[in-house]
C-alpha cells in the first residue's frame, strides 16, 4: 500500500476508479479537480478526516486497489457509516475570512457568466464596454488584488513545494489563460472563443474557491500558529488599505451587470 499511498491522486484514480468513487461518498471531491498532484497519502492530512473514518476509509480503498487480499471491513463494531460526510462546520481565522469573503464578491461575477454569454449570443455585436467591465473585474479585482495577496502574502507562509499549493497557483495561470482568449475573441469579433473562454474561466473558478474555502483554508489555519496568522492578518489589513475602495468598486461593477440582466 506504501507504493499508492506515494503517487499522486490522479494516476491511482485512473487506474483504480472504485477510489475516486470512495472519496466522492466521504465529500472527498478530488474526481473534480482538474490538477490531481496531491499524493494519495496527503489526501487524509490535508482534509482533516477524523481518525476513525480515515481508518473505514482506508481499508475501502485498499480493498479496491488490492481485491485479492480479501480485506475485511467490520462496519458494525466500528460502530460508523460505510459512507460518512467528513465536512464540518468551517470557522476560519480573520485573514482566512477576508479571502472568503473576497470569494463571495467573485463569486457573484461567476453566477453572472450564463447571462453574459447568452447576452453576447444574442447581440448584433461584442458589447466591448460590458467586456471590459468585465475583464477589468478579473484582472483588478480577482487576479491583481485577490491572487496577489494569495500569492505574495499566503502561499510561501505555507510552503510553495506543498502539492496543493501549486495545484491553487496552477489554477490562477489557467484562468490568466482564459482571459487572455477573452481578449483575443474581443479584438476577432470571434463570439465563439469569447463565450468558450468565460464559460471555462467560470467553471474553474466555481471548482478553484470552493477547493480554498472548503480544504486549503481551513488546512492552512490548522498547520500555522497564531503568531503567523496575526502577522498575516495585519499584512492582509495593509493591502487592503492600499487598495481602497476596490470592494466597493468592483461591487458596483456586479450591480451593473445585474441590472443589465434583469
Not at 209 to 233: A, F, G, S, T, V
Not at 241 to 253: E, G, L, P, Q, T
Request: some cysteine.
Amino acid at each position: 500500500m506504501e507504493k499508492q499511498l506515494n503517487r499522486d491522486i490522479k494516476s491511482v484514480m485512473s487506474e483504480f476508479p472504485e477510489v475516486g468513487i470512495i472519496l466522492e461518498e466521504f465529500d472527498i471531491g478530488c474526481t473534480t479537480c482538474g490538477v490531481g498532484i496531491c499524493l494519495l497519502k496527503d489526501i487524509i492530512s490535508i482534509h482533516d478526516v477524523p481518525k476513525q473514518v480515515e481508518e473505514l476509509m482506508m481499508k475501502r480503498i485498499e480493498k479496491a486497489i488490492y481485491p485479492e487480499r480479501n480485506i475485511e471491513i467490520n462496519i458494525q463494531s466500528e460502530g460508523i457509516p460505510q459512507q460518512q460526510s467528513t465536512k464540518t462546520e468551517l470557522i476560519y481565522s480573520r485573514p482566512m475570512k477576508m479571502l472568503v469573503d473576497e470569494h463571495i464578491v467573485i463569486k457573484e461575477l461567476l453566477k453572472l457568466i450564463p447571462d453574459v454569454c447568452n447576452y453576447i449570443v444574442h447581440s448584433q455585436s461584442i458589447d466591448r464596454n460590458m467586456m471590459a467591465d468585465i475583464i477589468d473585474f478579473i484582472r483588478s479585482y480577482a487576479d491583481g488584488f485577490h491572487h496577489a495577496k494569495e500569492e505574495d502574502i499566503l502561499f510561501p507562509y505555507a510552503n510553495r513545494g506543498v502539492d496543493i499549493i501549486e495545484a491553487m497557483e496552477m489554477d490562477h495561470i489557467e484562468g490568466r489563460g482564459y482571459v487572455a482568449s477573452m481578449i483575443k475573441g474581443i479584438k476577432a469579433n470571434d463570439k465563439n472563443l469569447l463565450i468558450e473562454s468565460l464559460k471555462n474561466y467560470g467553471t474553474l473558478l466555481q471548482e478553484h474557491i470552493k477547493k480554498e474555502d472548503e480544504i486549503l483554508y481551513p488546512w492552512l489555519d490548522r498547520i500555522l500558529n497564531d503568531e503567523i496568522i496575526d502577522e498575516m492578518n495585519q499584512r492582509f489589513i495593509a493591502t487592503d488599505a492600499s487598495f481602497d475602495n476596490y470592494n466597493r468598486k468592483y461591487v458596483d461593477v456586479i450591480e451593473k451587470l445585474k441590472n443589465k440582466f434583469a
